[in-house]
């Protein structure tokens, strides 16, 4: 059995390997990938996206989505991904997206799927936020959201906000209010998927694809981390939990998003110790089982063209 899921991305370097690795990943049928800025500008993630596709000879269509969030404008991050989002790694260019807005593809999928369909969200959420808004009855056919977004503690973009929750809060509040699970990949979760130089070489031995030396290309042009002894890879491991989900621990808890125009804006108050009371709309993915993570992305990207 498949999981159908709907991957939504602002591709930049972690968001290219965790959509080699769900392309890669039999467990998963990506029906579609929709894309937003946040990273960089739409017109880089879009076309990030569609080499890709292409370079993992991958027919999953691409869609164009938002190139803002729901209130005011995105912004980027070219200090980790480069001004091209891929840390100037160039690919030979991809194809051209669907002809169909990513929120319309979004309803459209899940108000046709034969089955409940996962979204994964590895961005801010603005085209996931806009398909329920629009539709809202569609989150009957959701079976979870999977977000690499927020932090119990401190934030990646601000002092109190991770990048993915202070691009769009409003987009991230309507999820965890669509009363489908939402389950957290944080910062805490990701920050044990550290990407070192040994790592990098492990990786890069285990096969001789395009895809794989490109992966690998790319990551090792994200700068090292102030805060931690290697580099997180964030998105794909909202991948890894889908397809290997022993790799981790995880605790059922109540979500939200700060929403407010000071210092505290995006910042996720994640109530791991149900302090709150409030219902238990979330999960959040506590620990990860970094070296079996970094085996699995091996495996799987070494097997793409
Ligand atoms: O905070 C990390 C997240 O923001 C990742 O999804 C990265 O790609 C950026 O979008
Ligand atoms: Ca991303």
Redesign the pocket.
Known sequence: MTIPIILD??T????ALAILLALASPELDVLAITVAG??VGLDRTLANTLALTKLARSTVPVYQGADRPLLGSFFN?PR??GIDGLGGIVLPDGGQPAPEIASDAIRRILRTAPEPVTLVG???VTNLALALMTEPALTANIAQIVL??GAWAEG??TPAA???AL?DPEALAVLLACGRPVVFAT?EL?AQALVTPERLGVLRALGTGLCLAAACDIQASVPPSRRLPGA?L??PCTIAWLTRPELFTSRACSARVDLGPGIGRGRTVIDRWNRTGDALNAVVLETLDADGFFTLLGERVAMLP
């Open positions: 991305c602002d930049g370097t972690d968001d946040g990273n991050e980790i991904h590895i961005a801010p690499m977004s990646n973009a991770e990048f993915n691009n910062l990701t997180p964030h998105d």
